[in-house]
């Protein structure tokens, strides 16, 4: 049975990853700061901020799945600190104690430049001036030049799982005054593993690769199915691929969602 480290084991998605990462057959390792892992996962006490408390995290592991993360947040210092710092305090372990180990980490969609002309490909230049696409950015090139076998996995708006990321649409579309047609990539839960499950057998090595199901999501058609839908708007849209990633090198490398639609896994009781 190999062994894997599941960093943000507690977070949105890592608590629904973990399950499934026991499920396909890892011995799993959750790095906490507490006593408590996902049902199936083994608790290891750590801190990406404590380089010392790693090494014994990563001590003979085959893989990493690094999804450990700060985002919403006004504090920017904790955003660089635990996305920038504590990705290179993983490296340096694994570099240290686990040095085949395969390294997946999971970025964002967010790195792509709203004012985009198309759909963001992994080829683009990225220079996002927000903390946490910024700091995931800083956190990629880290990993990209550790020597270490290594994926980057850009995931979307993630949902599913009864996770209250959908439900929370109308209220993020007001707070950030969400235009009703800005569309945006999305994967359910069930596809982040189909990502992890693949980028996991060497496929992805040496990538980054954009992850999204098949159809694009607009924030009004969001609202809907979460229940609460916003007043739609025929204002011009400013940015009209913002929150769009293509998802070609997903599909040449394999990836297929196992939920290929929003509006499917809603009807299908996924949500």
């Known amino acids: 049975m190999p062994t894997l480290l599941l960093t943000g084991a507690t977070g949105l998605i890592g608590s629904r990853l973990a399950p499934r990462l026991v499920d396909a057959g890892f011995d799993c390792r959750a790095l906490v700061r507490g006593d408590t892992a996902p049902e199936g996962a083994t608790a290891v006490r750590g801190d990406l901020t404590d380089p010392a408390s790693l090494g014994l995290a990563v001590e003979g592991v085959d893989a990493v799945v690094h999804l450990g993360a700060l985002f919403r947040t006004e504090d920017e210092d904790a955003i660089w600190a635990i996305n920038r710092d504590g990705t290179r ?145 025929s204002e011009p849209l400013p940015h009209p691929w913002a929150g769009r990633m293509d998802t070609t090198l997903a599909r040449e490398l394999g990836f297929r969602p196992a939920v290929p639609t929003m509006r499917g896994a809603a009807r299908d009781g996924l949500l």
């Not at 910024?134 to 995931?155: C, D, F, M, N, P």
């Not at 999305?186 to 040496?206: F, K």
């Open 89 to 233: 305090n993983l490296v340096a372990a694994v570099k240290a104690h686990a040095p085949s180990a395969r390294v997946v980490m999971a970025s964002t969609s967010n790195v792509y430049d709203a004012a985009a002309v198309r759909p963001g490909r992994e080829t683009d230049d990225c220079t996002p001036a927000a903390a946490y696409p910024a700091s995931k950015i800083a956190a990629e090139a880290i990993l990209r030049e550790s020597g270490l076998t290594w994926v980057v996995l850009r995931l979307p708006f993630v949902y599913g799982d009864g996770d209250g990321h959908l439900e929370a649409m109308p209220t993020l579309s007001q707070r950030f005054g969400l235009h009703p047609a800005n569309t945006y990539s999305v994967a359910h839960h069930r596809d982040v593993m189909t990502a992890v499950g693949i980028a996991l057998t060497g496929a992805m090595d040496g990538r980054v690769v954009n992850i999204a199901d098949d159809a694009p999501v607009t924030v009004l058609e969001m609202t809907e199915i979460a229940g609460a839908p916003i007043e739609g708007s």
